[in-house]
């Protein structure tokens, strides 16, 4: 007896632990991690991972990326129904319907309502007709998922494509600078902020209710949310800081709704970060890196600020989302991209992770690397 109460009580516990997570991941409108959708999800990557060695051509790697978060959401729901099977069988064997396998065979017929075993029983029953609802609404909540989640990548997508005409393909803030100026549109930017603040007010209520839309690649192989949103942030970070040209407001707010989304997306993926940096913290991108561009721009006939004080403004609005900007293109493998995932270069080989580390959500880059601290920074 104290065996069945035992078995009725983890049964209970499964199916609550799978509708808890099925809440936390389609039903609640904010950010909730969720220990099942995070395991799966380091599961999957790990299966994922000969196809995605960094060693294979990026075309290859990103073909078989594109397939990590769809997949995921169907293991997922495979996870969830599997845990509810389980759970009823348990109790089904609690209460007497037969041996343990004979239950878990009933809870299979109740769960896919094809009904090859009968209930017997009222209780029987009454357990077989909630543990239908239960599989039905399983399915039919990930299939009203899904709909939502595609509208928000389409909306994503759509911004990340015009981009390109803007910015270049892999897109960059100089070039974006550049191609404005060229037009003679460098003062008439101001609705181009404006467009990008409300993208990243979307992007953090979408990418931190809806996480598996971070993995959605962009159909293009060489093009991503993220280097789209740090081409933009280090184009109005120029704008800001080394541009000899009025101030604009709305630049530096596009700034900050921007580094706020990757920051908020960077605490539902553990990345540590400094919420309140100091403007002469380091930060990736080099001095000579920016002299580089500084000259690039110069040679174009853009009107420039004094050359150490754009560095200094340059820096100091950079460093409130250098961090998240490089770790989320890590986690997400982002192509390589001018000043943003091409940071990854950036590391130093040091021991391998251990493997229920990096489940637990302590590694969040490429296995068996990372980043150097101070010394990438002059």
């Known amino acids: 007896m104290a065996v069945r109460i035992l078995a009725a ?27 099942i959708a995070r395991y799966m999800f380091a599961l999957m990557r790990l299966a994922f991972a000969p196809a995605t060695h960094p060693r294979r051509a990026y075309a290859t790697r990103d073909g078989a990326l594109a397939l ?13 129904l599997l845990l ?19 239950s878990l065979m009933f809870s299979g017929s109740s769960l896919t309502t ?30 009203a998922y899904l709909p939502t989640m595609y509208a928000a990548f389409s909306k994503r997508e759509t911004a990340v494509t015009m981009l390109v005409a803007r910015a270049g393909n892999p897109p960059s803030g100089v070039q974006m600078i550049l191609r404005h ?22 992007l953090q209520e979408t990418h931190t209710s809806l996480a598996a839309l971070a993995f959605f690649r962009s159909p293009q ?49 553990n990345v540590p970060y400094n919420p309140l940096p100091e403007p002469t913290d380091p930060i990736t991108v080099r001095r000579d890196e920016f002299d580089d561009a500084y000259d690039e721009l ?9 050359r150490d004080e754009a560095w200094r403004g340059f820096a100091g609005w950079r460093v409130n989302y250098d961090v998240p900007l490089v770790a989320i293109a890590r986690i997400v493998v982002a ?3 001018p000043w943003s995932s091409d940071r990854s270069l950036l590391l130093h080989p040091r021991k391998r992770v251990p493997f229920f580390a990096r489940l637990r959500g302590k590694f969040s880059g490429h296995e068996g690397f990372e980043e150097v601290p101070n010394e990438r920074t002059t």
């Open 9 to 35: 009580v983890a049964g209970v516990v499964l199916v609550v632990l799978a509708f808890r997570s099925v809440i936390r991941t389609f039903v609640l409108p904010r950010s909730a991690r969720d220990g």
């Open 68 to 80: 990590l978060a769809p997949v995921s959401l169907l293991a997922m729901l495979g996870v969830w």
């Open 84 to 102: 509810v099977l389980l759970g009823y069988g348990l109790i089904y064997w609690a209460i007497g319907l037969g041996s343990l396998e004979e």
């Open 114 to 143: 094809l009904g090859f075993v009968a209930a017997k029983t009222v209780p029987q029953a009454t357990l077989a007709v909630s543990e239908a609802i239960a599989g039905l609404t399983l399915v039919a909540l990930l299939i």
């Open 181 to 202: 100026h060229r037009l003679g549109r460098l003062e008439r930017m101001d609705d181009l902020w404006r467009e990008w603040e409300v993208w990243f007010a979307e």
């Open 221 to 269: 192989p060489t093009h991503s949310w993220i280097t789209a949103a740090g081409a933009l942030l280090d184009a109005a970070a120029l704008r800001a800081s080394t541009l000899d040209l009025p101030r604009e407001p709305q630049a530096e707010l596009t700034i900050r709704a921007g580094f706020l989304a990757l920051q908020a997306i960077a605490d539902f993926f």
């Open 298 to 306: 110069a040679a174009a006939g853009v009107p420039l600020r004094d």
């Open 335 to 337: 192509p390589p991209a």
